[in-house]
């Protein structure tokens, strides 16, 4: 292992506790909206902490048999498995699964294998003199990555909601990265159905605000009884018609 290892480390460190801190602050709303009562929530977060320590204890003491950089790559693909998972279904069970055996950061701190195995590669690649500053650095830079990460996933998940974008969506985005959507024109067929609804609407509302409308009225009537004010979520019709 050489300084380029090293780098590569501190990189990947960074990322991960970014994306788990981004995660941590929506996690328990995604799946409050994604319809898992308070009950399930915490099972689902409880057994991914078992899960984890479980997980991550095999992993890190069979690390020098499987190879060091195989481990870190099986965490990374739990990672992906596991965000995968939460952002396409909200069965509880399927997610407790998922929970128990992918990588999941409840609260944005380190999980998985990485940090034993990031460390013990970190010893060899410095010398005793220096072991001390680059490991501080290792955990000052993760704790900065995970702060960075909250701060940044809330100001996302806050600007898409007021852009008129749904709960849901809005905190799923923090979840996977869509791919393979490509921008383009519209087709004329497209155009012609978009300019016929733009009409319709404008027709209906006739000056009056959206929420006027008996329909959109309801929606917020079911959000409202769910104790969340409108400003906080709108329905994809209230978000389009905006």
């Known amino acids: 292992m050489d300084q380029r290892d ?17 995660l941590s602050v929506v996690l328990v709303l995604y799946l409050a909206a994604v319809g898992v009562n308070a009950g399930a929530i915490g099972l689902i977060l409880t057994v991914a902490l078992l899960g ?7 992993l890190t003491t069979h690390a020098d048999r499987l190879g060091r950089r195989r481990v870190l790559l099986i965490g990374a693909g739990l990672m992906i498995l596991t965000g995968i998972v939460f952002a396409i279904t909200g069965d509880p069970w399927i997610l407790g699964i998922t ?3 992918g990588v999941l950061s409840p609260n944005g701190n380190e999980v998985g294998p990485f940090l034993a195995v990031e460390q013990a ?6 010398g005793d003199r220096q072991r001390t500053h680059v490991f501080g650095w290792y ?20 600007a898409l909601q007021d852009r008129g974008a749904d709960v849901i969506p809005s905190y799923r985005a923090l979840l996977i990265v869509a791919i393979g959507v ?16 733009e009409a319709l609407a404008k027709a209906r509302l006739n000056g009056a605000p959206p929420e006027s409308l008996p329909e959109i009225a309801a929606w917020r009537d079911a959000f409202l009884g769910f104790a969340v004010k409108p400003r906080q979520a709108r329905s994809s019709l209230e978000a389009l018609l905006r």
């Open 6 to 22: 090293a780098r590569l480390l501190f990189a990947t460190r960074t990322l991960r506790l970014f994306a788990f801190g981004g």
């Open 52 to 58: 984890d320590a479980a997980i991550s204890l095999w």
């Open 99 to 101: 929970a128990v055996v």
């Open 121 to 126: 590669a970190l010893s060899q690649v410095v």
């Open 139 to 158: 955990q000052m830079i993760g704790s900065f990555a995970t702060a960075t990460g909250a701060l940044i996933g809330g100001l996302i998940a806050t």
């Open 182 to 197: 490509r921008g383009g024109p519209s087709d004329a067929a497209s155009d012609e159905a978009l300019t016929r609804a």
